[in-house]
């Protein structure tokens, strides 16, 4: 029953017990045809469920395609995969670009409409203040490549000519420089870099976080990434945390750094701690005060 | 190492180019608000499509969004 639903799907006829309900996410309110034209996951049009100065974003999907063992099937099919993440976030970007939006994760969905109706009401607190957090703000994505190549690592420095009556600081600083082309040191000067790099920018974010290092054959690059930042921006801070990078860049020449966005806030919507864990090869440093 | 560092992608942010799908996966799959749905992803589903990606990929190419 969708009784409390005061925007009826567009499709004619009442949902069946073929169909689940997708959620796109919540929002305080959905101008008028912000949502028009918007084709959603499977091309089925979005509509909204409004509970309380909440509502949820949803559209029909059909259970055959999206139900427990469908999706999970469907979900190893590439293709199938970019479609559906591509309309899923079809329609939260455009709901991001009218207000305020706490996205949800793919492949949320509900048998109907009242345990949406419950979580707009049951949570209405803690959803009302995250809205909040992410009001006026922009998710950016940073990314950091080293530009240290293995395969061209410099052999052993020389003894430093340049110094030869240096004390024992300076040949501690001479063999501290030797040991640091080795590859390990290297990688781990990089890493400290990043590190440098997450925390300079945090300090400009409302919030950030790292998510784990994307794997070489997904990036598509040689270079390998250190860092995997999401930054939540207020917007009036946007040019400055450009101007950051810049600097950041030339103050740290071991990372090389990207920029995407502004996406939706969606890594700061949720405390997912279970998820930061899942990437053995992802430094564990998080936000920075 | 003679050319000083181009700032190009920090000062430019890539505004209006084709999200790439690993950037939107790292979102879409693993972030968004905490609600029980009455079916969701779980973690084990996620790390599974992430292995499935890597072996798929690993066999296919690069991935880069929009098809460039």
Same mark, same amino acid.
């Given at each position: 029953?969708?009784?409390?639903?005061?925007?009826?799907?567009?499709?004619?006829?009442?949902? =069946?017990?073929?169909?689940?309900? +997708?959620?796109? *996410?919540?929002?305080?309110? #959905?101008?008028?045809?912000?949502?028009?034209?918007?084709?959603?996951?499977?091309?089925?049009?979005? +509509? =909204?469920?409004?509970?309380?100065?909440?509502?949820?974003?949803? !559209?029909?999907?059909?259970?055959? @395609?999206?139900?427990?063992?469908?999706?999970?099937?469907?979900?190893?099919?590439?293709? +199938?995969? @970019?479609? =559906?993440? &591509?309309?899923?976030?079809?329609?939260?970007?455009?709901?991001?670009?009218?207000?305020?939006?706490?996205?949800?994760?793919?492949?949320?969905?509900?048998?109907?409409?009242? !345990?949406?109706?419950?979580?707009?009401?049951?949570?209405?607190?803690?959803? =009302?203040?995250?809205?909040?957090?992410?009001?006026?703000?922009?998710?950016? *994505? #940073?990314?950091?490549?080293?530009?240290?190549?293995?395969? %061209?690592?410099?052999?052993? #420095?020389?003894?430093?000519?340049?110094?030869?009556?240096?004390?024992?600081?300076?040949?501690?600083?001479?063999? &501290?420089?030797?040991?640091?082309?080795?590859?390990?040191?290297?990688?781990?000067?990089?890493?400290?870099? /990043?590190?440098?790099?997450?925390?300079?920018?945090?300090?400009?974010? /409302?919030?950030? $976080? &790292?998510?784990?290092?994307?794997?070489?054959?997904?990036?598509?690059?040689?270079?390998?990434?250190?860092?995997?930042?999401?930054?939540?921006?207020?917007?009036?801070?946007?040019?400055?945390?450009?101007?950051?990078?810049?600097?950041?860049?030339? $103050?740290?020449?071991?990372?090389?750094?990207?920029?995407?966005?502004? +996406?939706?806030?969606?890594?700061?919507?949720?405390?997912?701690?279970?998820?930061? !864990?899942?990437?053995?090869?992802?430094?564990?440093?998080?936000?920075?005060? | 190492?003679?050319?000083?560092?181009?700032?190009?992608?920090?000062?430019?942010?890539?505004?209006?180019?084709?999200? %790439?799908?690993?950037?939107?996966?790292?979102?879409?799959?693993? %972030?968004? #608000?905490?609600?029980?749905?009455?079916?969701?992803?779980?973690?084990?589903?996620?790390?599974?499509? &992430?292995?499935?990606?890597?072996?798929?990929?690993?066999?296919?190419?690069?991935?880069?969004?929009?098809?460039?």
């Amino acid at each position: 029953m969708t009784s409390t639903a005061d925007h009826a799907p567009p499709a004619p006829g009442q949902t =069946t017990g073929a169909e689940g309900i +997708w959620l796109y *996410g919540i929002v305080a309110d #959905v101008p008028a045809d912000a949502l028009a034209g918007v084709a959603g996951v499977g091309g089925h049009q979005p +509509w =909204t469920i409004p509970v309380a100065g909440l509502a949820a974003v949803v !559209g029909h999907v059909p259970l055959a @395609e999206y139900g427990q063992e469908p999706l999970r099937r469907n979900l190893e099919d590439l293709d +199938w995969l @970019e479609r =559906t993440a &591509r309309a899923h976030h079809a329609v939260i970007d455009v709901l991001h670009r009218a207000g305020p939006v706490l996205p949800a994760a793919l492949a949320t969905l509900y048998f109907d409409a009242t !345990g949406i109706v419950r979580l707009l009401t049951e949570r209405r607190g803690d959803l =009302t203040a995250a809205l909040d957090r992410v009001t006026g703000h922009a998710e950016w *994505g #940073v990314k950091g490549y080293t530009t240290h190549h293995p395969a %061209a690592a410099s052999p052993a #420095v020389e003894p430093d000519s340049g110094t030869p009556a240096a004390g024992p600081g300076a040949a501690y600083l001479a063999r &501290r420089r030797a040991q640091l082309t080795t590859r390990a040191q290297a990688r781990h000067a990089v890493e400290e870099d /990043a590190a440098a790099i997450h925390a300079g920018l945090a300090g400009l974010s /409302a919030d950030a $976080r &790292r998510h784990p290092a994307q794997d070489r054959r997904l990036t598509g690059t040689d270079a390998e990434m250190v860092l995997n930042g999401a930054y939540l921006v207020a917007a009036d801070r946007e040019e400055e945390f450009g101007e950051l990078m810049v600097a950041l860049e030339r $103050r740290h020449p071991t990372v090389r750094l990207e920029r995407t966005g502004p +996406w939706p806030p969606y890594s700061f919507v949720g405390d997912t701690p279970a998820l930061r !864990g899942t990437t053995p090869s992802s430094p564990a440093a998080e936000s920075a005060p | 190492m003679s050319a000083a560092p181009v700032p190009g992608p920090a000062a430019e942010p890539a505004l209006y180019q084709p999200i %790439a799908l690993v950037d939107l996966l790292d979102r879409v799959l693993a %972030a968004g #608000v905490v609600v029980t749905g009455d079916i969701t992803i779980s973690i084990a589903d996620i790390d599974l499509i &992430r292995i499935s990606l890597r072996a798929l990929l690993s066999s296919v190419g690069t991935l880069e969004g929009g098809g460039q």
